[in-house]
C-alpha cells in the first residue's frame, strides 16, 4: 500500500490514477454529447482543478473556450458569515453556458457561491463538473450535474488538492491515514507499579517509543554528565528532580526520534506543572496525549516487589525501605493529583495493576488499541 507524508500527517492511496482518468474519460464522454452543437464556456475554478482542467478538456470534443478564476473569502455581517466571491474573471458570461470545474466539492459553501455570482452576471446555463464529491458533508442544495466520484467525509490530497500547500502534484489520491495518528500514552502510577516493565512491552507492539524519565536521567549518571550530576541528588533521596530540568530533557528526547508513531511517556509528567508544559510542547508537534491509563497497586505490595527489585537492579533508590516509602509518599503528595488533569480532559483510565506481567499487558493493550 503507497503512502505520502505530508507536514506532519501521513496520507494513504485512496484513488490510483488509472481510477481517476476513467472517471474523467467518462465525464468527457458525457459533456461532449450533452453540450454538442453548443460553445461552452470552461471555468476551472484555482488552485485545486488545473489537474482536472487539463485532463477533462482533453476529453472534449467540440469548440470551447477555458479560463480560470479564484475564489476570494471576506469577512461579511453576522448573519451572511464568510461570503466567498470569484475574482479573475475575464471573459462576459452573460448568456452562455458555463461550465464550472471543481477538483472537490465539499460542504458546498463554494460552489453555490460561485454560481450566485454567475447568476448575477447573466449566465444561461451553469453546469457543475467536480471531480470528487462528499455527500455525507454536503449542504448545498444543487445537484452536481457531472460529479464523478463520491467519496467519504474524509480529508483527501492529490490530483490538484493539497494538504496546506503540498500534494497538488500527486497523480493518485490519498486519504488521511488515521491509524497512524500518533498515539501518545502516559503510563502512571507509584513507584514498582510496572510502568517500565509494561512499556517495554507496549512499545514493542504498537512500534511506540519508550521515554523514561527515570532512565534517561540514570543514563546521565552513569555517563557523569551535568545534567546527571544535578539530578543523582534528588534521585537518591528519592525526590523530585525539579521541574524545568526534567521538562528540558523530555522535549530534547522527544525531538530525537521524528518519525516516531507515538510516545510512552513513563514517570513523566509527574507534577501539574510538567503536565501542563507537556500539553503545550505536544499542541506545538501537532499532537497530544491521548491516554493517561494508571496502574494501581497497594503500598504494601509496591514496597515488596521494589525491594525484590532491589536485590539485583543496584539502584540505590530501591534498596532502602525508608527511602522507598519516601518515594511512594512523594507519589501520592505531588504526583497523584496528575490524574486530575487528564481526566478533566476525559483522558484518564485507571488499571488493576495486580497480576502476571502479561494479563496486565493485556488490559493495557486493549485500551492502547
Ligand atoms: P466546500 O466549499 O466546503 O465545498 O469546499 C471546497 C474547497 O475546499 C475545495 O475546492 C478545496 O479547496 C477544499 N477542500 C475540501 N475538502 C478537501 C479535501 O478533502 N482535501 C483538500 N481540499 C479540500
Ligand atoms: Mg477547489
Known sequence: MKHVQLHDKRFK????????????????????????????????????????????????DGPCDVTFVKVASYEGTRSTGEVKRIIGLDVPVKGRTVVVMEDIVDTGHTIEQIL?????????????????????????????????????????????MDYDGLGRNLNDIYVLDEDHHMKNI????????????QSALLTERFEMVHLSTGDIFRANIKGETELGQLAKGYMDKGELV????????LEAEVLKHPEAK?????????????AQALDVFLESKGTHIHQMIALEVEEEELVQRLLERGKDSGRADDADESVIRNRIRVYEEQTAIVAEHYDAQDRFTAVDGIGSIEEINERLAKIIA
Open 116 to 160: 450566485y455570482d454567475l447568476e448575477g452576471r447573466g449566465a444561461e446555463k451553469i453546469l457543475i463538473a467536480t471531480l470528487l464529491f462528499k455527500p455525507k458533508a454536503y449542504k448545498g442544495h444543487v445537484p452536481m450535474d457531472y460529479g464523478a466520484l463520491e467519496i467519504p467525509n474524509d480529508f483527501v490530497v492529490g490530483y490538484g
Open 13 to 60: 492511496l485512496s484513488i490510483p490514477s488509472e481510477h481517476i482518468q476513467g472517471a474523467i474519460s467518462a465525464m468527457g464522454a458525457q459533456l461532449s454529447k450533452d453540450l454538442e452543437g453548443d460553445t461552452p464556456l470552461f471555468l476551472g475554478v484555482l488552485n485545486g482543478c488545473f489537474r482536472l482542467a487539463g485532463d477533462l478538456l482533453a476529453n472534449y
Open 242 to 249: 525539579p521541574d524545568d530540568v526534567t521538562i528540558r530533557m
Open 262 to 274: 507515538g510516545f510512552i511517556f513513563d514517570g513523566f509528567p509527574r507534577t501539574p506543572a510538567q
Open 186 to 197: 502516559i503510563l502512571f502510577g507509584p513507584p514498582g507499579a510496572g510502568k517500565g516493565t
